[in-house]
């Protein structure tokens, strides 16, 4: 079984950065990929971020390229998503989320487990 809870969260100035975790327990989640999404209120959760289980392939959503940056520490078996130059359009809550081999970074039917989410609120 593998749990995720993140932390991180808060709020913002337009233009600040903020740095949001996701601890990971579970012998084999260093060997999941796994990915951020976020859901704006009254909006569909979406894709925002994904990593391999080897932390050697990123890809990122057009709306997050170039600011928003994905790690992971399998170490530490923690993920994390470095936010850069935020804008108020980033608010949403963010989740954290793992899935098993296969499948696609995108879609968020292919994962598996996720986390219970941490709000992240830019200002104008």
């Known amino acids: 079984q593998v749990q995720l809870v993140e932390s991180g969260g808060g709020l913002v100035q337009a233009g600040g950065s903020l740095r949001v975790s996701c601890a990971a327990s579970g012998r084999t989640v260093s060997t999941y990929p796994m990915g951020w999404f976020r859901q704006a209120p009254g909006k569909e959760r979406e894709f925002a971020a994904g990593?391999?289980?080897?932390?050697?392939?990123?890809v990122y959503a057009d709306s997050v390229k170039g600011r928003f940056t994905i790690s992971r520490d399998n170490a530490k078996n923690t993920l994390y998503l470095q936010m850069n130059s935020l804008k108020p359009e980033d608010t949403a809550v963010y989740y954290c989320?793992?899935?098993?081999?296969?499948?696609?970074?995108?879609?968020?039917?292919?994962?598996?487990?996720w986390g219970q989410g941490t709000q992240v609120t830019v200002s104008s």
């Open positions: 989320a793992a899935r098993r081999m296969g499948g696609s970074y995108y879609r968020e039917d292919d994962y598996s487990y």
């Open positions: 990593i391999s289980w080897s932390g050697g392939t990123t």
